[in-house]
């Protein structure tokens, strides 16, 4: 079945630094697939997306690529700050109407001063 | 746009009461809105998915009759949990898609969190 496989945290990184979070899935057909970031106590947000393979999603410094080759769709952003902890989700959707949602496991990230 | 409102955001009851957690979308209309559990630093477990107007499709293992899911209009859905017991205290989240379709995202409440004593 689709599944989607995210990198364990937590990740502590110092602000500044650069971000990757790993993400790769499993999917019969042709998913779309989401980065979405939790903060403390709050619901998902969606950070952006990709349909089609080789679409880039960007949104506030971070950037993802839809890899069909790997089956991947890692996050990064050069230069993280503070305001960026929080949990990121990988997620793909895919059935004709899109209702079939799988979310990975979700990646803890802190930055500190 | 696209904002979602879920209420209470949290409540603490007695083991054997009903909760209703309501789910609204506030500046579109929701074809299709699903509602999520997640346990504590983990990921979101789909509990059902529901269409205006139409009963509510649960995921397997989910008591339909335990958590029973109103989907009364497009910018409305509701969540119940009936007889609550210790065992369903979570984080409870729902989120709403404006229309079908792959590359539709959805669009996530604030979660409730529920705590039955």
């Known amino acids: 079945g689709d599944s989607v496989t995210q990198m364990e945290g937590p990740v502590t990184l110092s602000e500044e630094a650069f971000l990757t979070i790993n993400c790769t899935y499993t999917a019969t057909g042709y998913p779309s697939l989401f980065w979405y970031v939790q903060y403390p106590g709050e619901g998902l947000q969606l950070l952006l997306k990709a349909t089609k393979a080789d679409d880039k999603g960007s949104n506030k410094g971070f950037e993802a690529t839809y890899r069909k080759e790997t089956t991947s769709f890692h996050l990064e952003k050069g230069s993280v700050q503070v305001s960026d902890s929080a949990v990121y989700f990988c997620a793909l959707s895919e059935g004709d109407t899109g209702n079939q949602f799988y979310f990975g496991t979700g990646t803890s990230l802190t930055v500190i001063p | ?117």
């Not at chain 2, 209470?8 to 957690?21: A, L, Y």
């Not at chain 2, 509990?47 to 139409?54: D, H, K, Q």
């Not at chain 2, 969540?79 to 017991?85: G, R, Y």
């Open chain 2, 1 to 117: 746009g696209a904002v979602v409102s879920q209420h209470p955001s949290r409540v603490i009851c007695k083991s054997g009461t009903s909760v209703k957690i309501e789910c609204r979308s506030l500046d579109f209309q929701a074809t299709t809105m699903f509602w999520y559990r997640q346990f504590p630093k983990q990921s979101l477990m789909l509990m059902a998915t529901s269409n205006e107007g139409s009963k509510a499709t649960y995921e397997q293992g989910v008591e339909k009759d335990k958590f029973l899911i109103n989907h009364a209009s497009l910018t409305l859905s509701t969540l119940t949990v009936t007889s609550a017991h210790p065992e369903d205290s979570s984080f409870y989240i729902c989120s709403a898609r404006q229309d079908r379709g792959l590359s539709q995202p959805q669009h996530f409440g604030d979660g409730t969190r529920l705590s039955i004593l």
